[in-house]
């Protein structure tokens, strides 16, 4: 593809020139089945495979950190874009999953990339929404000019575990994406998005606590709640049939795929749709995005951008995607992304397969290990 010369670093990018301009993925080496959780918590497979629509959850070994999961999809981001790390201007890591309190995890990737001098790195958190506001903050930074021409590493990374026996256990995953934000050669996304917060304690963590606390059925009214808000931002009186019609795939974050069902059902009631035309919807324009998050489990703020980048791969240049963001707390954003020239190659879909084909699946006695709890006892 023809790229303009990185010339003028005091001009301000147009639009047009601001985006993703390539993109990594990565998984955590070992993932376990919800139906040998289900077996290991006395509850009945089916609640968590049809209940709940889960199918695998990634997981971390004990040696294996965020840190590692965070710089692996950013290294595999920046070995897709044809620039050096010197035209790097700004790393910002969205989270939940900090290692400290005050320094930040972008200062814990950039030291394994190598990546230090005029260059402005800091971590975002707002529970799962915290890599939307990441990326965000990435393409207006360029669009403002405060960039000078220069791009924006961009890292969506977590770690997500509940406390064992909690209710969220078989929603548990992990992973990351990282975006380098400079020319839209992937795709560009539009300046005008469709915020929508409240705030609330449906689910979060105190400052010392391992785990989140969760008010389960508070987050699941307060997601679909936000949902509706931002889509009807979006059509702005507009009939809504006719506006989603301009969108080839939307994708949602994905605590867990079930939520996403029944968020497309609330979104059918509060639009009049009819049930055949939502499980329409459902069927073409969401469910195919949530491939892979069925194999990663949910991975926080990077649950989203695992379904976007699903639903990029083998996209023509124009094409458009919704994608709506959820963090807990709550904030909400609804965005518009349009593929690029690249999108239709996909290079990325490699990182999913790769780390699919390397990991290992554990069982119940391996997981009970992983989590620091007694072993099972001997059978008969
Ligand atoms: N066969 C088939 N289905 C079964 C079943 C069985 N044997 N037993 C139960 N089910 C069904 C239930 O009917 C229910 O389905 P519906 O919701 O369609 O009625 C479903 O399985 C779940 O059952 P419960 O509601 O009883 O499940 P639960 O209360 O034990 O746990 C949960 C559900 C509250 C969502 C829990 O998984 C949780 O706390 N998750 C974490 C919070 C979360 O993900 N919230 C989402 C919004 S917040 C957010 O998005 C931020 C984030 O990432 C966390």
């Keep these: 593809m023809e790229r303009s010369t990185r010339s003028a670093r005091t001009e301000t990018p147009a639009i047009e020139e601001t985006g993703i301009a390539s993109m990594g993925l990565h998984l955590p080496p070992l993932a376990m089945r919800v139906e040998d959780l289900a077996t290991l918590r006395g509850e009945d497979p089916q609640k968590y495979l049809v209940g709940l629509e889960c199918n695998e959850f990634s997981l971390c ?20 874009w044809d620039g050096e790390l ?20 972008s200062a814990f990737v950039a030291e394994r990339l190598g990546l230090r001098g005029h260059v402005r790195s800091y971590e975002v958190k707002h529970a799962c929404y915290g890599g939307t506001l990441a990326l965000r903050q990435a393409l207006e930074w360029r669009m403002s000019g405060a960039a000078r ?33 400079d020319r839209p050669e992937v795709a560009s996304i539009e300046t005008i998005s469709y915020p929508y917060s409240d705030p609330a304690f449906d689910f979060y963590r105190p400052v010392g606590d391992a785990y989140p606390t969760v008010d389960g059925k ?23 049939e006719k506006i989603l019609q301009h ?68 996209r023509r240049p124009g094409e458009r995607i919704a994608a709506f963001s959820y963090g807990s707390g709550f904030g909400s954003e609804l965005l518009s992304l349009v593929a690029g020239p690249l ?12 780390d699919l084909a390397a990991r290992g699946r554990i069982d119940a006695e391996a997981y009970q290990r992983l989590r620091g709890l007694p072993g099972l006892a001997p059978a008969g």
């Design 218 to 240: 508070l987050s699941l009214e307060c997601y679909r709640r936000a949902a509706v808000e931002c889509f009807r931002a979006l059509c702005a009186g507009e009939d809504p």
């Design 247 to 314: 969108f080839e795939a939307l994708c949602f974050h994905v605590p867990f795929p079930k939520m996403v069902r029944k968020t497309v059902l609330r979104l059918g009631e509060a639009f009049g749709w009819g049930a055949e035309r939502v499980n329409e919807l459902f069927k073409d324009k969401v469910e195919p995005t949530m491939l892979w998050n069925k194999l990663s489990g949910n991975a926080y703020t990077a649950s989203l951008w695992i379904s976007v980048a699903r639903a990029l791969q083998g």
């Design 86 to 105: 010197s035209d790097i201007g700004m790393i910002v890591v969205g989270t939940e999953s900090a290692v400290d309190m005050s320094r930040p995890l």
């Design 343 to 354: 999108a239709s190659e996909g290079a990325w879909a490699e990182d999913i397969e790769k």
């Design 61 to 80: 070994p004990p040696e294996f950190s965020i840190v590692d999961l965070a710089a692996e999809a950013a290294r595999r981001a920046l070995s897709r």
């Design 149 to 181: 021409g220069k791009a924006a590493l961009v890292v969506a990374a977590d770690v997500a575990l509940y406390a064992p026996g909690d209710p969220g256990e078989p929603t548990q995953g992990a992973g990351a994406v990282a975006f380098v934000v």
